[in-house]
């Protein structure tokens, strides 16, 4: 089994940054891929960013040059460095493993990203 722990998170003026952690524990090696997901308020949950294994990273076009994507392999952690916020990032913001064996994903619990204008 795979958990993952969220944190960071919070208020921020429009312009601002946060960031945004997501740490792994228990059978880690069985992870493919992270990324990160949000769930603005009464719409559908959408893809934001994932960093493979190897390091490869991908982004939404609505967040491409504005967010980061990193990982810490020593501690088994993914962050995502949020810069130049919008409001219409207000969301949860959700972690998510890929996993090579069942349940084959697993998620975090989704901090919250309010951003003002």
């Known amino acids: 089994q795979v958990q993952l722990v969220e944190s960071g998170g919070g208020l921020v003026q429009a312009g601002g940054s946060l960031r945004l952690s997501c740490a792994a524990s228990g059978s880690t090696r069985s992870i493919n891929a992270i990324g990160w997901y949000r769930q603005p308020p009464g719409k559908q949950r959408e893809w934001v960013a994932v960093?493979?294994?190897?390091?490869?990273?991908n982004y939404a076009d609505s967040v491409k040059g504005r967010f980061t994507i990193s990982r810490d392999n020593d501690k088994n952690t993914v962050s995502l460095q949020m810069n130049s916020l919008k409001p219409e990032d207000t969301a949860v913001y959700y972690c998510?493993?890929?996993?090579?064996?069942?349940?084959?994903?697993?998620w975090g619990q989704g901090p919250r990203v309010t951003v003002s204008s």
């Open positions: 960093i493979s294994n190897g390091g490869s990273t």
């Open positions: 998510q493993a890929s996993l090579a064996v069942s349940p084959y994903s697993t």
